[in-house]
């Protein structure tokens, strides 16, 4: 895999995983919100104690992780967009090697028929022995580098993801919770 530890920004990640055209495809449908990508690299901590928080410092907290979310939502879906992509690139190039693999493997059968003097006999490839060379080659191997890239860019960011909707959970049951204190008042 390739050095993840390089990326800085949301820019970098959406470039690394070369995700660029899905990315600017969400601009120009405009559901690309570029001012929240543009954040600095630290996100903020939770809020360690809810409760002292005054009621407009909570309802400034919740919209400002519900745009968190909203911009790990993007870039997920920029990424997935980028996965479909990767592994079509990885199915095409497993099919190009196992039709180089058979076109050589048919070469050389004739090859040898034409040295010999004998008819071309082929010894039929099994799947999994052309499944195996196939998966040597370069284009492979870098198709599937790409495709885990981006699969484990995905997986770190639904642990984000997962985070940030407990801390707006949480969140929420506290302004639930005062209104329900104003209400028995």
């Not at 601009?27 to 009621?55: E, N, V």
């Not at 082929?122 to 492979?140: C, I, M, R, S, Y």
Request: hydrophobic content about 45%; overall charge neutral.
């Amino acid at each position: 895999m390739g050095n993840l530890s390089a990326i800085r920004t949301t820019r970098d990640m959406v470039e690394h995983a070369g995700a660029g055209d899905e990315a600017a495809m969400m601009k120009y449908l405009g559901l690309w919100t570029a001012q929240a990508h543009s954040r600095p690299a630290q996100r903020r901590p939770f809020a360690a104690d809810m409760a002292s928080l005054a009621g407009s410092a909570l309802a400034d907290e919740q919209a400002w992780w519900t745009s968190e979310l909203g911009r790990v939502l993007e870039l997920i879906g920029v990424l997935e967009a980028r996965k479909v992509q990767c592994e079509l690139t990885l199915k095409r190039a497993k099919a190009s090697a196992r039709a180089a693999i058979r076109r050589t493997h048919q070469a050389a059968a004739q090859e040898r028929a034409k040295e010999d003097g004998t008819p071309v006999k082929v010894a039929k490839l099994t799947v999994g022995e052309l499944n195996d060379w196939a998966d040597e080659t370069q284009p492979v191997r870098e198709a599937e580098e790409s495709k885990a890239e981006v699969e484990a860019m995905l997986a770190m960011l639904a642990g984000v993801q997962r985070a940030t909707e407990m801390y707006l959970s949480t969140l929420s049951r506290e302004i639930t919770r005062r209104g329900q204190e104003l209400q028995l008042r």
